[in-house]
Each structure stands twice: as C-alpha cells, then as structure tokens.
C-alpha cells in the first residue's frame, strides 16, 4: 500500500514540515540564548574599578569594587550601595554623560528682569487666580442644607 493512499497519507508532508518548523524554532532559540551568554560573559570580564556604567535601573553609577556575584558602586561621591553584577546593563558612553555646573545664575522674570530669587513673595505667598478667589467667596456666602 502506497504512503499516500494510506488515512494519514495526505497529512503527511504537512506533519512533517510542522516537525521541521519546530526544530528551527528551538534551535534559533538555543542560538540566541548561547549569544546573550556570551556577551554577558565578555561585559562581566570588562568589568573594572572605576568604569561608568549604566544600571538596569537606568542609573548612571561608577564601580568602586567588584565580587564575584555582587559590585559596589557609588551613586553620587560618597554615597555607594551594593548591587548584583546582573543590574549593570552595559558601561556608560560619553555621549551619554552630561555636565552641570553648581552656580547656575539666578533666573530673571521676563517682565520685569528682577531675579526671581531674591524676591521674598514669591516664596511667602502662593499664586492664587481671580476666579480661585470667587469661588472662594461664594462657597462661604451659601447656606448649607
């Protein structure tokens, strides 16, 4: 009797690519899965004292000391927390780090030009608008049931 004519013989090529199909699923997956391996093994071994890098958190810290599972880093001068090597994502470029300097001028108000930050009210008293200050006004004046 011919494959063919058999009850499964029209399902066979079907069955037979699923079956192919399959197996280059999983095999691309164990591929994939061998390649991330290895690119976190390569990052872990590049790992040093002193290298900017970027936690998973999206943190930008630098490596004070590093273990066999876990690394120290510090997050701003002397502030260092401990973390697992698994949280640092990748070391920080310098395209990414950026500059800011601690005397930043005082901002000036368009209108007036005055600094903003040498004016006492603006701290005092909160703004409030008209319509605030009506509404205010009405609630109070209204009986209450």
Same mark, same amino acid.
């Given at each position: 009797m011919p494959l063919l004519a058999s009850p499964l013989g029209g399902l066979m090529p079907i069955l037979i690519l699923f079956i192919l199909l399959i197996g280059f699923t999983v095999w691309q997956g164990k591929r994939q899965v061998k390649k991330q391996q290895e690119e /976190? $093994?390569?990052? =872990?071994s590049n790992l040093q004292e002193g290298t900017r890098v970027v936690?998973? %958190?999206?943190?930008?810290?630098?490596?004070?000391h590093l273990g066999d599972k876990q690394a120290v880093v =510090?997050? @701003?001068?002397?502030?260092?927390? %401990?973390?697992?090597?698994? $949280?640092?994502? /990748?070391?920080?470029?310098?395209?990414?780090?950026?500059?800011f300097a601690d005397d930043v001028p005082a901002q000036t108000s368009?209108? %007036?030009?005055?600094?903003?930050?040498?004016? &006492?009210?603006?701290? @005092?008293? &909160? =703004?409030?608008s008209a319509t605030? %200050?009506?509404? $205010? $006004?009405e609630t109070d004046e209204q009986p209450r049931a």
């Open positions: /976190r $093994a390569k990052l =872990e936690l998973n %958190s999206g943190l930008f810290v630098t490596i004070t =510090e997050l @701003a001068p002397g502030v260092e927390v %401990s973390v697992l090597k698994q $949280a640092i994502v /990748r070391p920080a470029g310098d395209e990414e780090e950026f500059a368009p209108a %007036s030009n005055e600094t903003l930050a040498e004016d &006492p009210a603006i701290d @005092a008293q &909160p =703004e409030t605030e %200050s009506t509404l $205010a $006004a």
